[in-house]
């Protein structure tokens, strides 16, 4: 058993087929595709059912009022739409961006605020300024494999963090914690996907929000808090936020990419200021600045366009998808499968029967018409062979049914195959075990 740790440049790497291979910066040789970047080709074909990419159901925008509001923008302010911008973000932007962050009890100025090509980018500029090799970041178990990416290409070791239920699991957090001071290890922060979290759908409970602030408190600890799905829950109010009750411990991550439009690619960050200043002068350095067009874009939707009714649509919409995938699910699947039910957001994560594994099933799935994400691509130390990720988000509500009702058959097929020839072994495990959906 390891220790739940992983050099993210350990991953073999061959160099035949690349004549630059020896070249490269070591951070640069371990840099592989993501599980899901990796099906776009084959999920845009139109006989696959797609359960895979986490893609918003834009179409469900007034597009005409849209392209209205773009157009107005051109002729009325073109000037400065199509010119720089500071590498902070426009100032109008940001005082919009706290309107928002309000609705999760955030307190915050628009000078506490960085605007970034969507929160992807924050991610990678905080693991830019913060990380050197081998440091460690903790992470929950299974984690967002855009920041498990972000963290790999910073040369960080990953280490996971057991979730149930009811999300990140106080005790196992002061357990890594002890146990990596112990042995003398560099912790640079938590992070984590709080509310309807990507990939387990899970919502980490109001009561627990305090413990975990209190053991990063006590720890000296810095929490991201990534929540691109804090205002898509299915029911109820907003949660509120992390950094609402901790300002200066937590670095706050949003998107307008789910309650707007991700080909806007607008996200921020949300920091105290020392960090503020330090993720300004990383923007500038990688970007010099960002789309003017895209933030004033962003700005005249919220200021002119009712937002706020717009997400009520977008929650009903993914509500009732997330309904024929719950539905479908249990209607389907076969005995020893498990799953998350999410009370907002765009996933539900699955546990299949033992002895299955979700990356080796994965090609006789999309033979038989149906895609989804491998539980591996969650992971950082190997885990998650026996689970993989449903979207539901962007197939009609038929369409879900159907891919489910594909996907049971695969299983089934995979099932008899165990029975005939013996269960094969997880493929690539190491470190501890992993919680099921039926944990989670």
Known sequence: MSDGTRHANSRPQGSRIDPYFDQYAERARGMVASEIRALFAVTARPEIVSLAGGSPYVTALPLDVVGDMVGRLVADRGSVALQYCTAQGDSGLREKICEVMSLEGIRAHPDD??????????LDLITRIFVDPGEVVLAEAPSYVGALSSFAAYQADVVHVAMDDDGLIPEALEEAIARLTAAGRR???????????????????????????????????LIIEDNPYGLLGFDGEPMRSLRADDPDGVVYLGTFSKTFAPGVRVGWASAPPAIRDKLVLAAESAVLCHS????????????TQPWQEQVKDFRELYRRRRDAML??????????????????????????????????????????????VPGTGFYADGGGTDHLRLSYCF?????????????ASVIEAEIDLCATFGAMPPHGRVGPETPGPGDL
């Open 292 to 303: 003017s067009f895209s933030q004033l874009a962003v700005g005249e939707y919220l200021a």
């Open 395 to 407: 197939p009609l509500p038929e369409r879900i049914r159907e891919g489910v009702r594909r996907l």
């Open 187 to 221: 912790i640079k922060f938590l992070y984590t996907v709080p509310n309807y979290q990507n990939p387990a759908g899970v919502t980490l409970a109001a009561e627990r929000r305090p413990r975990i602030l209190g053991i990063c408190q006590a720890a000296g600890l």
């Open 327 to 372: 539905e479908a699910l249990a209607a389907e699947l076969p005995d020893g499968c498990r799953w998350t039910t999410p009370a907002g957001g765009f996933y539900v994560w699955l546990q299949l029967p033992e002895g299955i594994d979700s990356k080796a099933m994965l090609p006789r799935a999309v033979s038989s018409r149906v895609a989804y």
């Open 113 to 122: 605020v960085v605007v970034t090509v969507g929160s992807q980018q924050a």
